[in-house]
């Protein structure tokens, strides 16, 4: 069973082999969310996730026999670079089963750490599948990335650490994907102190904790879709359901485009890259998604920071957007001299930086001597956009 004293024991085991991610007070987060905010940073653990707590605890308390036998796992990337990192440390064989579609960064990473990956068609719950048929083939040790007690007792140190380093913490954000972290942490933070409140995030196209804490049973989702792929999981454990249910004080869910934004956030305010997983803490709070959380003590896990280059790249150009930070303008107009000069002169008294434009004559059915331009512009908010709009307006321009 999961006991306190096994968080402790792993918290003993893995002081040689864990970064040390003091919270951090942020002072511009915490005037954005209306709080005295902290962050917790596991993007910065070895390994840049969490993931390596649990999997090197894990690993760690297996029996000779265990070992021999090598190991397998499943996972969207963190977990793998986990478990590949610890068994490399205990000299053991390992291999991973992992989505076809996970980041190349993750998959390199766990290559590069010792370990066999298998590339599996699907989605996390589909790697799991061929893990546990593979594991029945040959005999290996099955390491579950959440659904295990020693596992989540590994996790569980960061709630000791936290309690230990913000010991008048008010509230305690956590990301969910099968529950493996959110039960360690809402176990041990519960256990020492019932008091602080203890919320889980999901995003909204992976709520699998969600519905099933919300409806009081556990349920399957029929598909996945987030830019959050370290959390996309169809079903969450057993064991985390349970510990869940009994010590999360609520799930939330947060969409792909508010996740976008809480990146963009961490990278431009805080200069710390974190990957989807790992901002949708933060993207709770941002979003009023936590329930009384204005002006308490709040500490945001942000879980990890392993996302690919391209797939920030597009997330950049996501949050941007959703935050008003850049914008689309169609313009119609007479193909006359003189306008196009007029109207970037137009947003450029407006303060805004043009980084595009594309003129092309009009469709079939509009004035013969129409045509259109497309603006790409940098702007400061969405109060700026509308300025812009309004002030083309004003000297006459139709926007489409």
Known sequence: ML?????????????????????????VLSSITDCELYLKPENLQRTGSFKVRGAYYKISQLSEEEKKKGVIACSAGNHAQGVAIASKKFGINAKICMPSGAPISKVEATKGYG????????????????AERLKEQYGYTFIHPFDDENVIAGQGTIGLEILNQLSDVDIIVVPIGGGGLISGVAYAVKSLNPKVKVYG??????????????????????????????????????LTYELCSKYVDDVVSVTDDQVATAILTLIEKQKMIAEGAGAVSLAALMFNKIPDYKGKKVCCVISGGNIDVTILSRVIDRGLLTSGRCCNITVELMNRPGQLVDILSIVSKCGANITGVVHERSSEGSDINGCYVHLDIETRNFEHIKEIKNELKANGYKIL
Do not use: F
């Not at 918290?11 to 082999?17: S, T």
């Not at 370990?115 to 061929?130: F, Q, S, T």
């Open 115 to 130: 370990a066999e990956v298998i590339l599996v068609p699907g989605v996390y719950d589909d790697a799991h599948n061929e």
């Open 3 to 27: 006991t306190l004293d096994k968080v402790y024991h792993a918290q003993y085991v893995l002081k040689d082999i864990l970064r040390d991610t003091e919270v951090l007070r942020s002072h």
């Open 201 to 238: 995030v999901q995003s909204a196209g992976a709520p699998s904790m969600v519905n099933s804490i919300h409806d009081g049973k556990i349920e399957t989702l029929a598909s996945v879709s987030t830019i959050a792929d370290g959390i996309a999981v169809k079903c969450p454990g057993n």
